[in-house]
């Protein structure tokens, strides 16, 4: 397949620049190198700060969201990579894997976050205790994480040449499916803790982190559903042809579900030492925090 392909765009590590006639470039256009770099700078921002975190504070939140945003940051180097060098197949391989799984990790921190707010506020008010959501919902990441990069490997290598990308864009669409199944299941099982425990009290402060959590969870949840979308169209389909709509749909909306828990950090407002105080029945209960 390589063989075929013109010497100058033959090495899967070229820097061909300029279109070769009959042979489109992987995306189907050049991608932005503006948005590149606004993306790079974005994600690095949120890096920085959830590693900063993550080094503070050690807590899992911060660093499953840093590790997310790492892989975000991987990806859209690729991206900006590829504006320069758009034939280049290494660098299509780099962010199609990346930035297919960087959302998982954004997931996994918002399971491990409702886990959290379990152990706080009360376990009585759980279907199920916070350590089998952990076991539960990071296993269907894992999942999903291993579904979806063999599959953007698979479907990249495809596209290098003159291979078939069904098989590969398929595997990668029932990962993104899964995910976002899993994703549903842990919004109902979120919003029923949250009905019984708000009969109870809640500290304040943490309105903000749940508000944060939902608005975080819709983004990704947005975003899978363009993708899976995006893919079942295929490599030739409206929706991956113009990048606009994978910089508002995918780029834009990861931003915000990595952002949003920048301002609004759990690592800082729940503490590592936090229960109810026991009351007689019938009273509402107290908090009590500790440093």
Known sequence: ?????????????????????GFDYSYGYRPSLVAGIIFCV????????????TVRLRRWTSVLLSIGALTE??????????????????????QITTLIIGPVFFTAALYVLLGTFINHLGRQYSLISARMYTIIFLTCDLISLFVQAAGGAMASM???????????????????IFQLVAMVIFTLLTLD?????????????????????FISLAAIFARSIFRAVELMEGWNGYLMMHEAYFIALDGALM????GIFLPFDPARTIPKTYGPVQKDAGELSEYSTEA
């Open 193 to 213: 803790f949250l009905r019984k425990s708000s009969k109870f009290g809640m500290p304040q402060e943490y309105n903000k982190i749940l508000v944060a959590l």
């Open 158 to 176: 495809a596209s290098g040449g003159d291979g078939d990308t069904a098989t590969g864009t398929n595997i990668m669409v029932a990962g993104v």
């Open 73 to 94: 940051l991987i990806g859209w180097i690729g991206r900006t990579w590829s504006a320069e060098c758009p034939y280049n197949r290494n660098a299509f391989l780099m």
């Open 255 to 258: 931003v915000l579900a990595v």
């Open 42 to 53: 974005l994600f690095g921002i949120a890096f920085f700060g959830h590693l900063l975190q």
């Open 1 to 21: 397949m390589a063989d075929r392909l013109p010497e100058s765009i033959r090495n899967a590590n070229n820097c061909q620049t300029e279109l070769v006639p």
